[in-house]
């Protein structure tokens, strides 16, 4: 193939030629994206999201401490696993009565039917904290839109009071458990006050003096605080022993177990940090099992946790032991300031104290009570539905089959486009002259345009009709036509001056393809030119160039090759023109035929 360049124009006449195939690409393409988008077009999907926001509340160490822990740990992620634990969605499915309410806990997690309620119900719900705030997003695909908006709005509202129940549980439990301590107190108290009465009445000493009072005072004072310092150290050493076992992995921790009278704020924080991670813990063993990441991840925090919980202990129990000496040598010195006064005033005061610290505890405890009764009557509540979930208009999977049609067009034409340039490059027939010159290696001398205008339907002797070439050069000199004609001509006399070139042979690969029409117009330009021609057909079965002048057909050139026709330099139909033009038409009919011979002068 020739190298040459090919611009804008070559690609747009690459592409009128082969637009058959860019169509049928373009169409094809078309019709199997528009049926393929409509093949796969899925059930529609439904989002519906509601919002429930989670606040901080007091619970059982709050009430008994009388402050709020805080801790940096993030609260809001562990309440959004909780919404999608499993009690939730149980307790989901009885709301919406595909589980019936007298069965039990145990029973669901047994019974594979239950089972497949809860997690089909738990694959539709997902929940996202927004942003760096402490509200929870809940988002309900279903495809039914009605039932998207239901469950989104089902499990906010279950969520939200299972929380309370669970917030309240904890009021009721530290309510039961003040209940049961004021009873003790009382009772102590009343224990206390009748062994006063008795030991009064028993000695006659009601009166004590001054100095005696205050040394007594001092000396209950400094023992009470012996006292708590040594349940603190017991305490705390119970503490360390119940972490060093867990750390050790002899023994699983509860939450509960970690309740330290006092704490200071640091172990106050590291107390809440655990609770949180032991609630993680516990939803997270709902779904899964021990050996899960993302329980394994809770271990490891849990283990850091209760590793400073254990330094934290230490060190109250360092600073304890320090105290607690320094408390008993001064005790042991008041001890024995105080040898001199008598056994049964020492005896009395220790009564009267001991009636005052069980009449402090009960004050303390009665006002304590009345809180968690106030806290209980009240409802504490950390959820509360901040946006409820409406019904979807559209689905979230709209099917959007005219994009995909005009896509798959797109696509077409463009690989209709690369087809056609792929097939125009493999395409070996000759269509540019460089191709031809190039294959051939031989040189182009002229191109002449085919014209329909100049072909005309004729009646031929049979009374078929047949096709002429008309004389185009003589009837249309001033036709592009005939340039071209006077080109070709102008290029064989320069061979022909070159070469000493005498004859011309025209001739085609196939039928009709313009020899006669080529030939007859070329001698006519040559002829006027002021050449003399001799124009020979040498077409043996359709000769055509004796109609063109109208001339004889017989005899032929095979009647003069075989001797059988005589040559007649001046027939009747010559014709004086401008010089002589020598005309030669043979055929060969079943062996035979005949000659024609005229000279015409030109």
Do not use: C
Not at 54 to 59: F, L, N, P, R
Not at 63 to 87: E, H, K, M, R, Y
Not at 386 to 402: C, M, W
Not at 486 to 508: G, P, V
């Amino acid at each position: 193939m020739a190298k040459y360049d090919i611009s804008i124009r070559d690609y747009w006449r690459i592409i009128r030629k082969r637009r058959t195939i860019v169509i049928l690409a373009t169409i094809l393409f078309t019709v199997f994206s528009y049926l393929f988008a409509l093949i796969r077009t899925s059930e529609p999907l439904y989002d519906a999201t509601s919002a429930v926001k989670v606040e901080k509340a007091t619970d059982l160490t709050t009430l008994l401490l009388g402050t709020v822990s805080w801790t940096s740990w993030d609260n809001v992620a562990t309440q959004a696993v909780i919404i999608t634990s499993f009690p939730v969605f149980e307790e989901l499915a009885r709301q919406m009565g595909l589980i019936p309410e007298n069965i039990s806990s145990a029973q669901v997690r047994s019974t594979h039917k239950y089972l497949q309620v809860v997690n089909g119900l738990k694959s539709k719900i997902s929940t996202e904290q927004e942003g760096n705030t402490n509200i929870i997003n809940i988002t309900a695909t279903s495809s039914n839109a009605t039932e998207a908006a239901l469950l989104a709005n089902t499990v906010a509202e279950v969520y939200r009071r299972n929380n309370v129940n669970e917030r309240n549980k904890k009021v009721r439990e530290t309510r039961e458990f003040i209940e049961k301590q004021l009873e003790l107190a009382e009772s102590r108290l009343q224990q206390a006050e009748k062994n006063l009465r008795n030991y009064e009445q028993s000695t006659k000493l009601i009166a004590i003096d001054a100095q005696t009072t205050a040394m007594l005072e001092r000396i209950i004072s400094l023992e009470n605080e012996v006292a708590d310092l040594q349940q603190k150290r017991l305490e705390v050493r119970r503490q360390l022993g119940l972490l060093q076992q867990f750390l050790e992995g002899k023994q699983s921790v509860n939450q509960e177990a970690f309740y330290v009278v006092d704490p200071s704020p640091q172990l106050a924080k590291l107390t809440a940090k655990f609770r949180d991670l032991s609630l993680r813990r516990e939803v997270l063993l709902n779904d899964y099992t021990e050996e899960h990441p993302e329980v394994d991840a809770v271990d490891a925090e849990l283990a850091n946790v209760l590793s400073e919980m254990d330094k934290e202990l230490r060190s109250m129990l360092t600073t304890i032991e320090g105290r607690l000496q320094d408390l008993e040598k001064r005790l042991e010195t008041v001890r024995d300031q105080a040898m001199a006064i008598p056994d049964s005033v020492l005896t009395l005061a220790r009564l009267r104290r001991e009636v005052e610290v069980n009449g402090d505890l009960l004050a303390q405890l009665k006002g304590k009570y009345q809180e968690v009764m106030i806290q209980e009557s009240g409802l504490i509540e950390e959820v509360k539905i901040i946006k409820p979930a409406l019904e979807p208009s559209h689905p979230i999977n709209t099917p959007n089959t005219l994009m995909n049609t005009v896509t798959g067009g797109i696509i077409g034409l463009v690989a209709g486009l690369v087809l056609a340039l792929i097939v125009e490059t493999m395409d070996t027939s000759l269509g540019t002259i460089e191709d031809v010159e190039e294959i051939l290696g031989i040189q182009v001398l002229g191109i002449i345009p085919s014209i329909e205008e100049f072909v005309v339907s004729e009646k031929g002797e049979n009374g078929a009709k047949r096709r002429t070439e008309p004389l185009v050069t003589h009837f249309a000199p001033h036709s592009p036509v005939s340039e071209a004609y006077r080109s070709l001509r102008t290029n064989l006399q320069f061979i022909r001056s070159d070469k000493k070139a005498k004859a011309y042979l025209i001739t085609s690969s196939s039928l009709e393809e313009g020899k006669t029409y080529n030939v007859v117009n070329l001698s006519l330009s040559l002829a006027q030119a002021g050449e003399r021609v001799l124009l020979i057909d040498a077409d043996l079965r359709r000769p055509a160039v004796h109609h063109i002048f109208g001339l004889q057909r017989q005899p032929g050139i095979t009647d003069y090759i075989m001797g059988t026709g005589e040559l007649d330099p001046r027939p009747e139909n010559t014709v004086d023109l401008d010089m002589t033009l020598t005309f030669n038409s043979g055929q060969t009919d079943s062996g035979g035929g005949s000659v024609t011979n005229t000279d015409i002068d030109v």
